[in-house]
């Protein structure tokens, strides 16, 4: 079973503050994925990358930026936080071929 | 843009009882995946079909491999542990990309 690790799981944070929410999969997993949750909304893509170093945007880019330090690592980065952020936020990872996502557990953030 | 619809939206049942969940897609879909989410918010993978059908215990998924425009999950013998939030996520073609439903909320009572 592949894993997929998130910290933190809970964040707080006010407006216009700096957030990091780092993803780990420990599979050797080519594609990385953030996404977030809203309600009504299902889960949209935010940004995703396809190896180290590489980045490609999602659906909802506007408000993050990302990175993919290693194979197993990808952090999501919000610099100036806004309340619009609060969200559920997810991270996936799966392999360079037809397969499926595996998510991680999910990070609730909420921006006051 | 592409677009996964899920029917229903919401689902009330009793124990015992059998259902049925479907996901529509606007266009051609190369994979489907299904997902349970808990009272927790955790994601709990039920599912990946590229083509055909797949069962699990009581769960059972199909993904309409003529077409490709569709997907059902059959729930058999209902359980309290079965509620929760059942979301299909389809990629089209080699985007590598999942496009998810809205989900539909499922309340299993005695």
């Known amino acids: 079973e592949a894993a997929v690790t998130q910290s933190p799981r809970n964040k707080v944070t006010v407006t216009g503050g700096n957030v990091t929410l780092s993803c780990r999969q420990t599979?050797?997993?080519?594609?990385m994925y953030w996404y977030r949750q809203d309600t009504g909304h299902g889960l949209r893509l935010i940004h995703y990358s396809y190896g180290a170093g590489n980045l490609q945007i999602g659906d909802v880019p506007d408000g993050y930026k990302a990175t993919r330090t290693t194979q197993e690592d990808f952090f999501l980065l919000l610099e100036l936080a806004s309340p619009s952020q609060t969200s559920l936020y997810f991270c996936?990872?799966?392999?360079?071929?037809?397969?499926?996502?595996?998510f991680g557990p999910g990070t609730r953030l909420t921006v006051l | 843009g592409d677009q996964v619809e899920q029917s229903p939206s919401a689902l009330s049942l009793h124990e015992g009882t059998d259902s049925a969940l479907r996901c529509n897609f606007t266009?051609?879909?190369?994979?489907v995946q299904w997902f349970r989410q808990n009272s927790r918010g955790s994601l709990i993978s039920l599912f990946y079909?590229?083509?055909?059908t797949k069962e699990n215990g009581r769960l059972k998924s199909a993904f309409d491999s003529k077409e490709r425009r569709y997907s059902t999950l059959h729930i058999r013998d209902a359980q309290l542990e079965d509620s929760g939030t059942y979301f299909c996520a389809a990629e089209k073609g080699n985007t590598r990309k999942l496009i998810f439903g809205l989900g539909t909320t499922l309340q299993v009572q005695p």
């Open positions: 079909l590229a083509s055909g």
């Open positions: 599979n050797s997993h080519n594609y």
């Open positions: 996936a990872s799966r392999t360079g071929g037809a397969l499926e996502q595996y």
């Open positions: 266009t051609t879909m190369r994979s």
